[in-house]
């Protein structure tokens, strides 16, 4: 009884730390690679994906085909990234509610990199719940032709590793306050970290500022923004951290 309790106690000590997990950059296909990294302390999930510039780009969470019913899926094209979700009919996805805010959009020498976060759990049937489990999950995956969206010139599935992040302890270790702010934003930056590359973008992804912020000047000035909602990418040599900033 004893061990028992004792047991109990220790698996209970573990679960009660929030821990943040990572697929690392999985290549589908050749050129082309999706991520997924898991922000247990801020529930958000970060997507990267990387492919050609010239085609549209889609995943799929949690499906093997097309006649997987409310599989979440997310597509780049021409019209900008949208959500979508399988009817389980194996026809073409249907257009969802898009709860991802685009980060970044950049091509770099005919590659496209899209980064982007949404809520871990969006409370929608239709849209993948990413949680701290380490596992994997299945995916299927597909590209286009051209960037208009339509039929797939080619496609496939995958299993993705989830696996705790190397980073994490950087990760919960910063802090932005005050969130709302009104005319400044403080950083309080963990012990090992000395600077940091901060960029911000409005919630249509746009980026309206980019700067080097350093531990003895850990301030970013607001009062040129715009009251809403604001997406704010912290970089460091080992980690990536994304925060929702609301300006009042």
């Not at 990387?50 to 085909?65: E, I, R």
């Not at 590209?143 to 080619?154: D, E, P, Q, T, V």
């Not at 990760?171 to 969130?179: D, E, H, R």
Request: glycine share 6%.
């Amino acid at each position: 009884m004893k061990k028992i309790t004792l047991l109990f106690y220790l698996l209970l000590f573990c679960n009660s730390f929030s821990q943040s997990t990572t697929t690392g950059e999985f290549t589908v296909t050749p050129g082309f690679t999706v991520q997924f990294d898991y922000d247990d302390t801020n529930q958000e999930v970060t997507m990267t994906l990387k492919g050609p510039s010239d085609v549209w780009l889609g995943v799929g969470m949690n499906a093997q085909s097309m006649d997987y019913p409310n599989a979440d899926v997310i597509i780049y094209s021409s019209s900008g990234l949208k959500d979508y979700y399988l009817d389980g009919d194996n026809v073409s996805p249907s257009l969802d509610t898009n709860n991802w805010t685009l980060l970044s959009n950049n091509v770099i020498a005919g590659e496209r990199t899209i980064v982007a976060s949404r809520p871990s759990n969006t409370g929608e049937s239709t849209d993948y719940n990413f949680t701290s489990f380490v596992g994997s999950i299945p995916i299927i995956w597909a590209k286009g032709s051209n960037l208009s969206f339509g039929y797939h010139s080619g496609r496939g599935t995958a299993i993705l590793p989830f696996v705790l992040s190397t980073n994490d302890v950087v990760q919960k270790s910063f802090k932005v306050y005050p969130n709302p702010t009104v005319d400044e934003l403080n950083f309080e930056f963990p012990d090992n970290v000395q600077s940091a590359n901060v960029q911000v973008y409005n919630i249509l992804g746009n980026q309206i500022t980019q700067t080097q912020l350093k531990r003895t000047v850990p301030k970013l000035d607001t009062n040129a923004w715009a009251s809403g909602m604001y997406v704010v990418q912290i970089v460091t040599d080992n980690a990536v951290q994304t925060k929702r900033v609301v300006k009042q």
